[in-house]
């Protein structure tokens, strides 16, 4: 392991330690810092030559304006999609049974795979998984 990547992991886990140390869930924690702070937070050493310090607060206080309007979406959450179904290896019947399975479970929405050497198979297996997925009320 590289130590760049040690050093990633010894940072996501000051950040958890960080958040649980206020008692808050991660995410909270980070959208509860002004542009700021977030700056502060970053490691821009890396960036100088396409992103300074007073580029990175304008990116980060731009979207603050509509911030209340987007605070729904935390009450709701995101909607959720299964990303199991459509893997580039699975057959068109692993598909439509894959399909089948995450509708009972619940789901709405689907990832599937496509760029096979074959582009009727990426149809046909588009075709599966849209029949399948039509049925399902948004």
């Known amino acids: 392991m590289s130590c760049t990547w040690r050093w990633l992991r010894l940072t996501n886990a000051c950040f958890d330690l960080w958040a649980k140390s206020r008692q808050v869930p991660l995410w909270k924690l980070l959208i509860d810092l002004t542009a700021e702070e977030v700056v502060r937070l970053l490691d821009l050493s890396y960036l100088e030559d396409v992103l300074c310090q007073a580029d990175a607060l304008e990116l980060l206080r731009e979207p603050f304006g509509s911030r209340a309007e987007r605070k729904g979406i935390l009450k709701?959450?995101?909607?959720?999609?299964d990303t199991s179904v459509?893997?580039?290896?699975?057959?068109?019947?692993?598909?439509?049974?894959?399909?089948?399975?995450?509708?009972?479970?619940?789901?709405?929405?689907?990832?599937?795979?496509?760029?096979?050497?074959?582009?009727?198979?990426d149809l046909r297996r588009l075709r599966c998984y849209a029949a399948r997925s039509a049925e399902v009320p948004l």
């Open 76 to 81: 709701t959450g995101y909607p959720g999609y």
């Open 86 to 121: 459509g893997w580039i290896a699975y057959d068109d019947t692993k598909v439509k049974e894959l399909t089948e399975r995450a509708i009972e479970n619940g789901f709405k929405a689907f990832k599937l795979k496509v760029g096979s050497a074959d582009e009727n198979r």
